[in-house]
Nanobody
Framework: EQLVESGGGLVEAGGSLRLSCAAS????????TGWFRQAPGKEREFVAA????????YYADSVKGRFTVSRDNAKNTVYLQMNSLLSDDTAVYYC??????????????????WGQGTQVTVSS
């Protein structure tokens, strides 16, 4: 499946953005959808994930309490609401699908499909 992210941009510290991830040409498959981010010179890191069966949500400690992941079945879209943004949140954000179950959600290699990424820049 092809994933298309949108909603990135430039925001001041303390502001909010909502990212969207849509499954192009069909519905999300498999068990869950995840969000990762990658800042310049750093490895891709887990941000959040949501399961499709019961909407269980999982978050990295660095975003817990500030970010919320949700899904809209009718629109085949997953959202990442980001509040109280910090300069450290600046990164390219990626949507991931087709989790293979080989490891926990936070391991990037356990996801089989990725979007193109959307840039989030937080100015301090």
């Amino acid at each position: 499946e092809q994933l298309v992210e949108s909603g990135g941009g430039l925001v001041e510290a303390g502001g909010s953005l909502r990212l969207s991830c849509a499954a192009s040409g069909g519905t999300f498959s498999r068990y869950a959808t995840g969000w990762f981010r990658q800042a310049p010179g750093k490895e891709r890191e887990f941000v959040a994930a949501i399961t499709w069966s019961d909407e269980s949500a999982y978050y990295a400690d660095s975003v817990k309490g500030r970010f919320t992941v949700s899904r809209d079945n009718a629109k085949n879209t997953v959202y990442l609401q980001m509040n109280s943004l910090l300069s450290d949140d600046t990164a390219v954000y990626y949507c991931a699908a087709e989790w293979d179950g080989s490891s926990w959600f936070g391991v990037a290699s356990s996801w089989g499909s990725w979007g193109q990424g959307t840039q989030v820049t937080v100015s301090s």
